[in-house]
């Protein structure tokens, strides 16, 4: 019951910000070489694998980079809103609404799962399920890319963009989600920090981690 307000008060103050979210963010890898560069590593060992979902896609930023890299690569998202913003951007790409504690995928249908600042909208103490429900649809050496704002904190909003909302932002040390990972059933390939882009981005310093799910036949 706590769990489904809180989805729904996700999902509602989401829709709520849609619009400026996606007007700030949709351009946002323009600004930003460093997740360019990774993103473009990541395409690089997914294409032609299978399908890559864009975790909790906001207006879809992600999938539509990793569309234009070749990869097939489509949106999941919690707000209707969010999905609306990404399929009027991004008219090539494929959106679906659904909620990322539930995947609703065949066993083994992805080459990988990109998680941009979405894992921080699911309490700690439920991260490593959610990411091992991932696992089971991820392909035996497939990928996750997971980015994150780096703290131990759990940061609250009542208001953003002069709209009422209610959030939890969780911010995770390295060594926490490297855990949380590793519980899930991935391996740990690379792990990367960078300071925030001033005025482009929330200045947190930031971590990405890409892990792999093992391979059957390790050779
Ligand atoms: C901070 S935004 C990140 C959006 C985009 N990935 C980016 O990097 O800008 C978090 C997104 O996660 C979505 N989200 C939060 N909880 C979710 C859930 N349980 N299932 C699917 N999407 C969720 C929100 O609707 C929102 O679009």
Redesign the pocket.
Known sequence: MQQEKV?SS??E???RV?AE?AER?LH?FDHKPFDRELLDRFAERVRGKGRVV?????????ARYLHEQGVDAFG????PA?LEQARQAHPGVEFRQ????SPDLPDNSLAGVA????L???PRREVSTVVRRWRRAVQPGGLMLV?FHKGSEVVHREEWWDKPVSLD?AFFEPQEMEIYLRAGGFLIDEMHERPPYPEVEYPSQRVYIVARRPDLHPN
């Open positions: 989805t996700t999902q103050s989401y829709d849609a979210y963010f946002e864009d975790l909790g896609c906001g207006p879809g930023q992600v999941l998202d919690l707000s969010m659904g909620d990322m504690r998680a941009f600042y979405s921080i909208h699911i980015a932002f």
